[in-house]
T-cell receptor, first 118, second 111 residues
Framework: GAVVSQHPSRVICKSGTSVKIECRSL??????MFWYRQFPKQSLMLMAT?????????EQGVEKDKFLINHASLTLSTLTVTSAHPEDSSFYIC??????????????FGPGTRLTVL | EDKVVQSPLSLVVHEGDTVTLNCSYE??????LLWYKQEKKAPTFLFML????IEKKSGRLSSILDKKELFSILNITATQTGDSAVYLC???????????FGTGTSLTVIP
């Protein structure tokens, strides 16, 4: 089955530092990956769509200079939270959408990264 | 504006009860509706529905879609404590790769 990994699973950092989160599709290629944020007891909020080889598409209200996305290969997308502040503390989940294919109706989620900014 | 709304927002039941979770949507150019279960970590896939009136079933869980009235229900019979989770509904349009997620229903099953 399609597996997506995220690293790290949990990170605690001081205010003002930058944090990088990696999302990898382990057994398939993904030209498109999504980054979501989820606050406690709330649904998934799409932050941006990461496209391999091109710029990410950000949702309204998401600062692209604060949440840097790089999709350098067909199996890896990274989200960097720059100058993190306590209000950025959240659960960040990526998902990968297989290229070309049969499962175009399904996206595969990573296990999520819990970010705590002190 | 495309949107997906789930109800109720939260639900507490006793083991053995049957629950029905609702998902209504307004999405341009509908393609499919998906149900996910989310416990502590990322959502896990339950069902994908594309056609009206065809029930999908997996054990005690079942789901059906009504494309005329633009909603879907997820039924869980004989609930168990392990069913406690947030249940998410998402709709995928025909164009683009984006999925629109609903607000989620938080289900708690007490012994």
């Amino acid at each position: 089955g399609a597996v997506v990994s995220q690293h790290p699973s949990r990170v605690i950092c001081k205010s003002g530092t930058s944090v990088k989160i990696e999302c990898r599709s382990l057994d398939f290629q993904a030209t498109t990956m999504f980054w979501y944020r989820q606050f406690p007891k709330q649904s998934l909020m799409l932050m941006a769509t990461s496209n391999e080889g091109s710029k990410a598409t950000y949702e309204q209200g998401v600062e692209k200079d604060k949440f840097l996305i790089n999709h350098a290969s067909l199996t890896l997308s990274t989200l960097t939270v720059t100058s993190a502040h306590p209000e950025d503390s959240s659960f960040y989940i990526c998902s990968a959408f297989p290229s070309g294919g049969a499962s175009y109706n399904e996206q595969f989620f990573g296990p999520g990264t819990r970010l705590t900014v002190l | 504006e495309d949107k997906v709304v789930q109800s109720p927002l939260s639900l507490v039941v006793h083991e053995g009860d049957t629950v029905t979770l609702n998902c209504s949507y307004e999405v341009t150019n509908f393609r499919s509706l998906l149900w996910y279960k989310q416990e502590k970590k990322a959502p896990t896939f339950l069902f994908m529905l594309t056609s009206s009136g065809i029930e999908k079933k997996s054990g005690r869980l079942s789901s059906i879609l009504d494309k005329k009235e633009l909603f879907s229900i997820l039924n869980i019979t004989a609930t168990q404590t392990g069913d406690s989770a947030v249940y998410l509904c998402a709709v995928k349009p025909n164009t683009g790769n984006q999925f629109y997620f609903g607000t989620g229903t938080s289900l708690t099953v007490i012994p």
